[in-house]
Every structure is written in structure tokens, then in C-alpha cells.
Nanobody, 123 residues
Framework: QVQLVESGGGLVQPGGSLRLSCAAS????????MGWYRQAPGKQRELVATITSGGSTNYADSLKGRFTISRDNAKNTVYLQMNSLKPEDTAVYTC?????????????????WGQGTQVTVSS
């Protein structure tokens, strides 16, 4: 299995910045895409950004220019730098990993999700 540990969430004032981290561990053979999603109260989960193993990125149109996704392949870690935060960015942010593991003699590819970290933007 793959364990995902997220950190970096919290309370920040409008206009402030936060950096989220998500570290993957376990019987990992390879990690393909990594990404961040968010879910605000009363809303559906939405894509924030993804990044491939080669570094190609994809962002929600509304977040381009404020959020930056990056990864450290040596550490199996994905980051989300969030700048100029707005109250509407308040949500639970969850990381996602498309990973390949070796378990019980079988190679398995699956999607793995973190537990989520709360980001609250408020004065």
C-alpha cells in the first residue's frame, strides 16, 4: 500500500500564502502523476493541480498564477505553493497519487488519497 502524509494547512489571512506538502511512502515501485484536489463546504471536490513524473503541470483555470505545484521525485513528495489566498480558497485540500506498488507478488497500479488538510482563509 501507499501512505500519504499531508502537512502545511492552517489558518491564513486573505492575501497570505501557504505551502502544502504530501509525502508518499510504502512499497512503491513508481509514482506517475501526483495532484491536489479540494472540497469546500457544500461543494463537490474539484481539481486544483496535477503534475506528471516528468514535471508537466495542469491547473484549474481559476487558480493559474496564484498556485504552483511541484514535486521532488527523490522524496516522493508533492508540494502546493498557494499565494494571494482568498476566502473562497477555504477548503479541505487532499493529495492524490497515481502509484505502482509491489504487493503479494503482484504489481498493482492504483489511485491513492491522503487524509486531507484544512486550509482556512479568513481575517
Amino acid at each position: 500500500q501507499v501512505q500519504l502524509v499531508e502537512s502545511g494547512g492552517g489558518l491564513v489571512q486573505p492575501g497570505g500564502s501557504l505551502r502544502l506538502s504530501c509525502a508518499a511512502s510504502g512499497s512503491i515501485l513508481r509514482i506517475n502523476a501526483m495532484g491536489w484536489y479540494r472540497q469546500a463546504p457544500g461543494k463537490q471536490r474539484e481539481l486544483v493541480a496535477t503534475i506528471t513524473s516528468g514535471g508537466s503541470t495542469n491547473y484549474a483555470d481559476s487558480l493559474k498564477g496564484r498556485f504552483t505545484i511541484s514535486r521532488d521525485n527523490a522524496k516522493n513528495t508533492v508540494y502546493l505553493q498557494m499565494n494571494s489566498l482568498k476566502p473562497e480558497d477555504t477548503a479541505v485540500y487532499t493529495c492524490n497519487v497515481d502509484g505502482v506498488i509491489y504487493t503479494r507478488g503482484v504489481v498493482v497500479r492504483n489511485d491513492y488519497w491522503g487524509q486531507g488538510t484544512q486550509v482556512t482563509v479568513s481575517s
